[in-house]
C-alpha cells in the first residue's frame, strides 16, 4: 500500500509518498512559491534530486505537477495514479468537530469551511490543498489527519479556561493544543525504544521548534499540553510570546495604538526569542550571538530554558510520576545546550542527563542521553509526523 501525504501551506505544498509495508519514503518533495510568480518544485525520488521551474498559479496546479513528477520517467516512482492507494492530509485545527482522523467527504469539507477561523493561519491552505487534490485525483480516498487529535483526551479541567462555561459551550474557546501528530509519534517511539507497553508509561515530551509545545502523555494518552485555543500560548517560540497575561497585552495595545488584531499579530510574529534578543528567531543564530556575549540572546535563551523546565516540572506533577523525557524537533534534536538548560537543577527529581551523551550529533536515530543513575530516562527523537499522518490514513481505509 502507498499512501501520498499532503502537508499545504498557503504558498507551499511538502509531499511525500509512503510505502507502507516497509513505512519507507519513496519520493518527496516540497512545491513553492504558489499563487505568486517564480513557482518551483523541489522532488527527490530515486537517490537523486529533481528541481522543475514552473509558474504555480494555485495548489490545483501544484498537485497537478507532484503527480505528473511522480509518474515521470526519470523522477517517477509509480506507473500510474491508481498505485496512490490514498492520501492523507495534515489539519493544524480541529475544533470540537473531529477527534480523530476522518475520512474526506462533501459534508466534512463544509465542516472544515465553517471552522477554518479557529487556525486562520493554517487551516484555509489545507482546504486549498485538499480541494485541488480531489479535483485532480477525484474519487481517491483521503483523510484528513489532525494536529489536534491527540490531544483530544485531555480532561475537561485540564483543556478549560476558566471563563463562563456557557460561553465555551457556545464560541468553543478552549484549549486545542498543537503539534499532537509529533508527541504522537515521539511518545510512542519511546515506548517502543525502552522496550515497554505505552499503557505502562508516563511521559513528558518537548517538541521544541520554531513553534514550541509541551505534553504530558500518560498511558499513550495526551493529559495536557502547553498551546491553547491557538499556538500562540505555552512557552516562549522563535516569534511567538508564549503565555501571557491578557491584561497586559491589552495596555500594550493601547500605548502602542495597536487594534486587537495588530495586538496578534505583534503577539506572533514579534515577540518571543526575537522580541527579547533583538537578533532572531532561530536558535541557531541565537546560540551563537550568546557565546559572543550577547546579552539579550543570552536572556531570550535563558527564558525558553525556564519555561520549558517549569512545565517539564508542572506536567511530572499531573502525571504523578515520570519515567521518561522526550527532547524531539529542530531545536530539540540539534541544540544540546537548550536540552542541557532545560534540565538543569532537576536531578532531585532523579532526571540526570549526561553531559557527554548529549553532545551527540543528530543522526535521525533515537538516542538515550540519561547518565547511568538517571531514574528518568531521556530520549532525543527525530520527529516524523508524515509517517503518523500515513499510519493514520491506512488504518482509516
Ligand atoms: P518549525 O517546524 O516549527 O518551523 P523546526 O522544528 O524546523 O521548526 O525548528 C527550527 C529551529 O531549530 C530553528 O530555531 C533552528 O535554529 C533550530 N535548529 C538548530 N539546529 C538545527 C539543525 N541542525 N537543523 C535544523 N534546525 C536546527
Do not use: W
Given at each position: 500500500m502507498k499512501i501520498l501525504v499532503i502537508n499545504a501551506g498557503s504558498s507551499s505544498l511538502k509531499y511525500q509518498l509512503i510505502n507502507m509495508e516497509t513505512e519507507s519514503v519513496v519520493a518527496k518533495g516540497t512545491c513553492e512559491r504558489i499563487g505568486i510568480t517564480g513557482g518551483k518544485l523541489t522532488h527527490k525520488a530515486n537517490g537523486k534530486e529533481f528541481v522543475v521551474e514552473k509558474e504555480l498559479p494555485n495548489h490545483t496546479e501544484a498537485i497537478a505537477l507532484v503527480l505528473?513528477?511522480?509518474?515521470?520517467?526519470?523522477?517517477?516512482?509509480?506507473?500510474?495514479?491508481?498505485?496512490?492507494?490514498?492520501?492523507?492530509?495534515?489539519?493544524?485545527?480541529?475544533?470540537?468537530?473531529?477527534?480523530?482522523?476522518?475520512?474526506?467527504?462533501?459534508?466534512?469539507?463544509?465542516?472544515?469551511?465553517?471552522?477554518?477561523?479557529?487556525?486562520?493561519?493554517?487551516?484555509?491552505?489545507?482546504?486549498?490543498?485538499?480541494?485541488?487534490c480531489r479535483a485532480v485525483m477525484p474519487g481517491k480516498k483521503m483523510a484528513l489527519v489532525f494536529d489536534t487529535s491527540f490531544h483530544a483526551t485531555m480532561p475537561e479541567y485540564a483543556y478549560l479556561y476558566a471563563i463562563d462555561y456557557d460561553d465555551y459551550k457556545q464560541y468553543k474557546v478552549r484549549k486545542y493544543g498543537a503539534h499532537g501528530t509529533s508527541h504522537k509519534y515521539v511518545s510512542g517511539a519511546a515506548a517502543e525504544y525502552l522496550g515497554k507497553a505505552p499503557e505502562t508509561l508516563k511521559i513528558v515530551t518537548c517538541h521544541l521548534g520554531n513553534g514550541s509545545s509541551i505534553s504530558a502523555v500518560d498511558g499513550g494518552k495526551c493529559i495536557d499540553t502547553?498551546?491553547?485555543?491557538?499556538?500562540?500560548?505555552?512557552?516562549?517560540?522563535?516569534?511567538?510570546?508564549?503565555?501571557?497575561?491578557?491584561?497586559?497585552?491589552?495596555?500594550?495595545?493601547?500605548?502602542?495604538?495597536?487594534?486587537?488584531?495588530?495586538?496578534?499579530?505583534?503577539?506572533?510574529?514579534?515577540?518571543?526569542?526575537?522580541g527579547v534578543s533583538g537578533v532572531s528567531s532561530d536558535f541557531r543564530d541565537l546560540t551563537a550571538a550568546s557565546e559572543q556575549g550577547n546579552a539579550r540572546a543570552k536572556l531570550a535563551l535563558d527564558m525558553f530554558a525556564y519555561s520549558c523546565k517549569k512545565y517539564v516540572g508542572a506536567y511530572m506533577?499531573?502525571?504523578?510520576?515520570?519515567?521518561?523525557?522526550?527532547?524531539?524537533?529542530?531545536?530539540?534534536?540539534n541544540t544540546p545546550s537548550v536540552r542541557a538548560?532545560?534540565?538543569?537543577?532537576?536531578?532531585?527529581?532523579?532526571?540526570?542527563?549526561?553531559?557527554?551523551?548529549?553532545?551527540?550529533k543528530n543522526d535521525g536515530k533515537i538516542h538515550d542521553?540519561?547518565?547511568?543513575?538517571?531514574?528518568?530516562?531521556?530520549?532525543?527523537?527525530?520527529?516524523?509526523?508524515?509517517?503518523?499522518?500515513?499510519?493514520?490514513?491506512?488504518?482509516?481505509?
Open positions: 505528473a513528477e511522480l509518474v515521470d520517467g526519470e523522477a517517477g516512482v509509480i506507473s500510474s495514479m491508481d498505485e496512490i492507494d490514498a492520501v492523507g492530509h495534515r489539519v493544524v485545527a480541529s475544533g470540537e468537530a473531529f477527534d480523530r482522523t476522518t475520512l474526506v467527504t462533501d459534508e466534512v469539507m463544509k465542516t472544515m469551511d465553517e471552522i477554518a477561523e479557529l487556525a486562520p493561519l493554517h487551516n484555509p491552505a489545507a482546504i486549498l490543498g485538499i480541494n485541488a502547553t498551546m491553547g485555543f491557538t499556538p500562540l500560548a505555552g512557552v516562549p517560540m522563535g516569534t511567538r510570546s508564549g503565555d501571557i497575561d491578557y491584561a497586559a497585552a491589552e495596555f500594550l495595545c493601547r500605548k502602542k495604538g495597536m487594534s486587537m488584531e495588530e495586538g496578534l499579530t505583534y503577539l506572533n510574529k514579534k515577540c518571543g526569542m526575537l506533577a499531573a502525571l504523578g510520576g515520570l519515567d521518561c523525557i522526550v527532547f524531539t524537533a529542530g531545536v530539540g534534536e538548560a532545560v534540565l538543569e537543577g532537576l536531578e532531585a527529581f532523579g532526571i540526570r542527563m549526561d553531559a557527554e551523551k548529549n553532545l551527540q542521553l540519561s547518565a547511568a543513575d538517571s531514574k528518568v530516562k531521556i530520549l532525543v527523537i527525530p520527529t516524523n509526523e508524515e509517517l503518523v499522518i500515513a499510519r493514520e490514513t491506512a488504518a482509516l481505509l
